[in-house]
């Protein structure tokens, strides 16, 4: 069985109907997960790479949780942005990662173009930096986990606090713990462990984890700055074994 099928799709935008290449939910299953839920794949095909899908007529590109509909004015805040510069190009079919990169990229415009969301906005700049991760390519990667967590904190503000979204919360400490900002990271964390209303035990887990890493990484690094590196039977191996061969 092949991993792509084709589904029929009736853009928003132009009202065209188009076919786009999507997953079969058997190769979804990843065989890892990072701690922020990027996944990976033993098949060629990575389901990430066509979550966007891609308008060829117009070029608006959405998500499955992107607006239902579009207004008037919002298709003409299309057209003026982007819809009058595009060339007629067809994404789908299989992609390629630089494929994907284009078709998250032009969601991220679309959606800006037509106000959505800030949550589905916050979706599309993680999976940006999940693909940059999957290139190696950590300064992009981290440019947009900045976006997205902004993004994630703008959600938060508008409708967290009411829902006691656990996972929301964890998202925004785990994001700022992979750019580097720990304090903030932890403050998140201890959010989710500390209140008495959140019972999602596995982002309460989650979160005690994380919190646990951020210390022990904090203590690493103090004891490397301040050479007091503990002294251990592997490293007096290791030194002996240098010494005789030299």
């Known amino acids: 069985m092949e991993p792509l099928y084709q589904s029929k799709i009736e853009c928003i935008c132009c009202e065209k109907t188009y076919m786009t290449s999507r997953v079969r939910p058997s190769f979804k299953k990843a065989t890892k997960t990072d701690s922020d839920f990027c996944g990976y794949y033993k098949t060629e095909v990575n389901p990430d790479f066509y979550v966007v899908r891609v308008c060829p007529n117009c070029g608006f590109a959405s998500t499955e949780n992107g607006l239902e509909r579009l207004n008037d004015q919002q298709k003409k805040q299309y057209h003026e942005k982007i819809g009058s510069q595009w060339q007629k190009q067809d994404y789908c079919g299989q992609r390629s990662a630089k494929q994907a990169m284009t078709c998250y990229k032009l969601a991220l415009l679309s959606a800006q173009a037509v ?132």
């Open 115 to 246: 106000g959505e969301k800030d949550r589905v906005l916050a979706g599309i700049l993680h999976h940006i930096g999940w693909l940059y991760r999957y290139e190696s390519n950590q300064n992009e990667e981290k440019r947009f986990l900045r976006f997205a967590l902004q993004a994630y904190i703008r959600v938060y503000e508008a409708e967290g606090v009411a829902l006691n979204n656990a996972k929301l919360m964890y998202l925004i400490g785990e994001l700022n713990r992979r750019i580097g900002e720990d304090n903030d990271a932890v403050r998140w964390f201890s959010r989710v462990v500390n209140d008495k209303k959140i019972v999602d035990a596995a982002m309460i887990r989650a979160s005690r984890e994380q919190w646990q890493l951020i210390r022990e990484e904090t203590e690493a690094r103090r004891l490397r700055s301040s050479g007091d590196i503990p002294f251990s039977e592997n490293s007096a191996e290791e030194d002996k074994s240098v010494s005789t061969s030299a």
